[in-house]
Nanobody
């Protein structure tokens, strides 16, 4: 059974940090690169970061140098360490396989709000 459960979001001040977690079913996690995506109010969901099965990472220009993606095979989990947060990072964050699209199953996501 497919499942993706994101957690760790919250309200944080500009310049602060958060660590997001994603527990994924083995069928998704073991056979794919994994990624984080986000959707801000009134905008389409966008790619944030990915990590391949071999550990190669890739980031969108908007988060490069501030966010770090990690994966833990023992826990079937993916993490997103977010530092130096800015208001533009406010969004609902989702994890999924790399190259996931609207036809794929998506979890509930976790809300990140950056505000003073």
């Amino acid at each position: 059974q497919v499942h993706l459960v994101e957690s760790g979001g919250g309200l944080v001040q500009p310049g602060g940090s958060l660590r997001l977690s994603c527990a994924a079913s083995g069928s998704i996690f073991r056979n794919n690169g994994m990624g984080w995506y986000r959707q801000a109010p009134g905008k389409q969901r966008e790619f944030v970061a990915s990590i391949s099965s071999g550990g190669f990472t890739y980031y969108s220009d908007s988060v490069k140098g501030r966010f770090t993606i990690l994966r833990d095979y023992a826990k079937n989990s993916v993490y997103l360490q977010m530092n130096s947060l800015i208001a533009e990072d406010t969004a609902v964050y989702y994890c999924n396989k790399r190259y996931a699209d609207v036809r794929d199953y998506w979890g509930q996501g976790t809300q990140v709000t950056v505000s003073s």
